[in-house]
């Protein structure tokens, strides 16, 4: 469980960047109460931090005006929200049915062989983390998995090394 | 053959821009609506058209937006929602939409927002779709600055304001009243009905939700009317209708086809058969949470009543299909596991009954089964039935279960018999 330290506002509005609260700003207006906006914080704190610490829970809690732990559950129920800190890039391997019928364990075997890394496990350079993620849409062009904005198809093992060569360089 | 929802769209694969949807006859049925007729004319006129809702349960849209209060005392501001979560296994048409073509929704909401009184709406989008995003936020712009978004579209008294939710997702976000709650910037536990959405929705306030394709059929209906589009669907439905393949066929993939194609024309003459060597052992006929149709279906025409008298749904219209290389036990265990995980945990049946079944297929697949162990899943597809809980979530996940429990029944036991997979 996490615990979150009780300050007062001017240190959340210390802790988040300018370019953070401009962005949280960006959204105000598109909702019509402020703690309507937990969702669109959270994913901009995690856009330039890459992930969501305690302190960040807490700062997005002071700024906007909410309790710490009603914004914990609301980031630890979202798949797209990370808790805990992840690699520069994150995998998003597509394990449900028609990935998993078109071979998405070889995928996430190969990855293991090749990165060393299971699902929730980051590589010791920091550079990758793989998780599973549900359906992503791609079924007819399984298997298929994302490499942070960018859908990758029909993928066999060959076709997977080429692409994490390719990112490399 | 006439396919308004795709017709328009580029070869390669490149979204329309406004000039292009413009020059192909796009926002001359919002011309035509704001210009002539009232909210009521076009509600009247979608629903004479008989469009089902596309997401998945098939109500009629006319008469869903006629729900929302329109008294001057009513609650306001009233909203739309577009349902762009699509997290349904093995789902993907709305994302051929918002990628081909996405000035057609985005008519199609201001055309649905005008027929029902709403000053407010929203797309929500499910997080991972990156392109349609980049997509939606141009053709937003573009049409804001066109005068078809805001205040005064078209130079008429009828003002929109329209904004994208992307989401972080989880499956439960699609349901209509966990969207609603996601959409608040809340955990995505769906609400008890009633109140319903279009009384009480979004903050408290009349909203209307509404699959992506539900919306992209509108414009089509409001230009050439009600007549015309139910002249398209071969059966009792009207309409045209996004059919999706995906599995060991020759070519999966997406075609707009009249409503009521047979299953056997999708399968063989779209996505082009089986691929050498398998055969085809079953198919789920809209998603992963309806139930198993048989190579003795094929045909059947697909619309919403004849699927439904075949013991299945037609849900998204995008077809899983099953071969006989593929373990259906191992199939329905990749599901269950997919329904447990994303199951919100709000009522019993569900929370507790969903890990469950997926600890008794485990056992199965894994030769640790007992012939017991099938009546348990039975009695689990029971009380995760339709009525037993608060979302359709669970029991939309026993509809393979139970399907494969009967169809496949010779498959189950043969895992308990042997100990073992014998598709390993
Ligand atoms: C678990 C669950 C997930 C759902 N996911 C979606 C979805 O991703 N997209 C969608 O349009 N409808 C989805 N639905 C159906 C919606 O609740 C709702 O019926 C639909 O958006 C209404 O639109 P329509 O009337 O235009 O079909 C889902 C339902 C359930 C129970
Ligand atoms: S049926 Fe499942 S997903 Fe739906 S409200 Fe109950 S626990 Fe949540
Ligand atoms: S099942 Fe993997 S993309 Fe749909």
Not at chain 1, 133 to 143: E, M, S
Not at chain 2, 12 to 23: C, F, K
Not at chain 2, 42 to 56: P, Q, T, W
Not at chain 2, 86 to 98: I, V, Y
């Amino acid at each position: 469980m996490a615990e979150f330290i009780a300050r007062d506002r001017n240190w959340a509005l210390d802790y988040l960047t300018d370019a953070e609260r401009d962005e949280i700003e960006a959204e105000a207006a598109c909702y019509p109460r402020r703690d309507s906006l937990a969702i669109e914080a959270l994913r901009v704190v995690q856009n330039h931090r890459g992930w969501v610490s305690d302190d960040s829970v807490a700062a997005i809690a002071d700024y906007l005006g909410m309790g710490a732990a009603q914004v914990d559950a609301v980031a630890t129920f979202y798949n797209l929200i990370f808790r805990e800190p992840v690699g520069k890039k994150v995998i998003l391997l597509c394990n449900s049915v028609v990935c998993w019928m078109q071979g998405c364990e070889r995928l996430r075997a190969h990855i293991g062989e090749r990165l060393g890394i299971d699902y929730g496990e980051t590589t010791g350079d920091g550079e990758y983390t793989l998780l599973p993620i549900t359906c992503l849409g791609d079924c007819d062009h399984a298997p298929a998995l994302m490499i942070g904005d960018d859908h990758h198809h029909d993928l066999d093992t060959k076709e997977l090394d080429r692409i994490l060569a390719t990112r490399e360089d | 053959m006439e396919r308004p929802l795709t017709g328009l769209m580029r070869g390669d694969g490149v979204a329309l821009s406004l000039t292009e949807y413009r020059d192909g006859g796009g926002y001359s049925a919002l011309e035509k609506a704001l210009k002539s007729w009232s909210g009521e004319d076009v509600i009247e006129e979608v629903k004479a058209s008989n469009l089902r809702g596309r997401g998945g349960a098939g109500f009629p849209a006319g008469l869903k937006w006629s729900f929302v209060p329109r008294t001057d005392k009513a609650p306001r501001p009233r909203y739309l929602v577009a349902n762009a979560d699509e997290m349904e296994p093995g789902a993907f048409k709305d994302r051929l939409l918002l990628e081909g073509n996405p000035h057609l929704l985005l008519e199609g909401m201001i055309l649905s927002a005008y027929a029902m009184g709403a000053e407010v709406a929203y797309i929500f989008l499910r997080g991972e779709y990156v392109e349609p995003r980049r997509r939606l936020r141009r053709a937003i712009d573009e049409a804001s600055a066109a005068g078809l978004l805001g205040r005064n579209i078209l130079g008429t008294d009828f003002s929109l304001d329209l904004y994208l939710h992307i989401s972080a997702g989880r499956y439960i976000c699609g349901e209509e009243t966990g969207l609603l709650n996601a959409l608040e910037g809340k955990r995505a536990t769906p609400r008890s009905k009633p109140p319903f959405p279009q009384v009480s929705g979004a903050w408290g306030k009349p909203t209307v939700v509404n699959n992506v394709e539900t919306l992209c059929n509108v414009p089509g209906i409001v230009r050439h009317g009600a007549e015309w589009y139910r002249g398209l669907g071969l059966a009792e439905d009207s309409g045209t209708k996004l059919f999706g393949v995906s599995g060991r066929v020759r070519q999966p993939g997406a075609w707009e086809l009249p409503m009521g194609t047979t299953l056997r024309n999708i399968l063989e003459k779209h996505a082009g058969g089986m691929c050498d060597g398998y055969h085809l052992k079953g198919v789920l006929p809209g998603g992963g949470s309806t139930d198993f149709l048989l190579p003795e279906h094929l045909d059947m025409a697909m619309d919403y009543d004849t699927v439904g008298k075949a013991g299945s749904r037609l849900g998204t219209g995008t077809l899983i299909v099953l071969d006989d290389k593929t373990c259906p036990v191992g199939m329905v265990l990749n599901l269950e596991r997919f329904f447990a995980q994303e199951s919100c945990g709000w009522c019993t049946p569900c929370r507790d009954g969903l890990p469950w079944t997926r600890q008794l297929l485990e056992d199965i697949e894994d030769g640790r089964g007992s012939l017991e162990d099938l009546s348990t899943l039975e009695d689990h597809t029971a009380f995760m039935g339709p009525g037993k809980t608060v979302c359709a979530l669970a029991p939309g996940a026993m509809e393979p279960l139970q399907s494969a429990l009967k169809f496949y029944r010779e498959d189950f036991e043969q895992h308990i018999r042997e100990g073992r997979c014998p598709y390993d």
